[in-house]
């Protein structure tokens, strides 16, 4: 049966076609802009995660002045982020020389400090002059070297209520590391922890001459060592000091001890420092 539509019915059938075609149209536009979004979406949130997340820090190196024989000195201090709320933080000082016969560095402090940070959930307080003095440590002179007692005590009077100090430095200053060790007894002990590397030839050699004499303190508490040497030092001196110290078996002391085989002492110093910082402190 043929039906023939008024022409006013044609055309609006014609115009609905025409809206329904629109419409899926618009309704294909809005998936494919709905999953284009969905893409980039998810491009953005994966890039975020990727992203390192960074918190606002209230870790700072703070100067300080302190008087010592009747002078005054100047020293640095590093705070980390935890010293807001804790104040019972443990105190690590570094002894630290313009370098004599070696390329001289100048990162020292911020090696120390990258040691204590590599530590997981572990903080200290990070101690030393502020300025790096010029002075060529032997052991004749160890007495005007060892000026840390003053700047120990103003410390602990005004940063910690934390007992614990540890020692640190490496060449001819590691040498003054370890001749404080030997030399402190139970009444004029400062440090707890020491941590030398690459201690200098003429200073390896003191302290070999103390231990083989006998000729220091053995009243001392609970003292640790880690030492370490690399390829630029001399290994038989290095060796034999080590030795000495493990074979005398001080009850008093517990040591670590690390040949670095594969670097020198210009880049020696920030791996040994972070190895003695973890081992000191059982970490």
């Known amino acids: ?7 006013s019915q044609f055309e609006q059938i014609i115009f609905i076609i025409k809206i329904k075609n629109e419409l899926m149209k618009m309704r294909y536009t809005i998936g494919l802009l709905l999953f284009l979004f969905g893409i980039v979406s998810l491009s953005s949130y994966k890039a975020y995660l990727k992203k390192p997340i960074t918190h606002k820090t209230s870790s700072r190196i ?32 570094l002894i630290d020389f313009t370098e004599q016969h070696f390329k001289r560095a100048t990162d020292e402090f911020e090696k120390v400090i990258d040691g204590v940070n590599k530590i997981q959930r572990f903080d200290a307080l990070v101690v030393s002059l502020e300025n790096i003095p010029d002075i060529d440590a032997e052991p004749e002179t160890f007495q005007d070297q060892y000026v840390f007692k003053n ?9 910690t209520n934390n007992s614990s100090r540890t020692f640190i430095g490496k060449g001819s200053e590691a040498g003054v590391v ?4 030997f030399l402190e007894d139970t009444e004029t002990s400062l440090f707890d922890n ?11 050699s003191a ?16 003292k640790k060592l ?8 001399n290994r038989t001196k290095c060796t034999n000091l080590i030795n000495l110290i493990k074979e005398a078996k001080y009850e008093w002391l517990q040591v670590e001890s690390i040949e670095y085989t594969n670097s020198n002492y210009e880049n020696t110093y920030p791996i040994s ?6 081992y000191v402190f059982n970490k």
């Open 1 to 7: 049966m043929i039906i023939f539509l008024r022409c």
């Open 62 to 93: 703070e100067p300080f002045t302190f008087s010592s024989n009747g002078t005054t000195s100047k020293g640095k201090i590093f705070l980390p982020d935890s010293y807001e709320t804790n104040k019972n933080l443990p105190t690590i000082y």
């Open 151 to 159: 700047m120990a005590s103003y410390v602990d009077s005004k940063y």
């Open 178 to 181: 370890l001749m404080a060790l």
């Open 194 to 204: 020491f941590i030398a590397t690459d201690p200098s030839p003429k200073y390896a």
């Open 207 to 222: 302290i070999i001459n103390l231990i083989a004499k006998d000729n220091f303190s053995k009243k001392k508490l609970n």
């Open 226 to 233: 880690h030492f370490s040497f690399s390829t630029s030092n």
């Open 273 to 278: 420092y972070a190895a003695g910082i973890k």
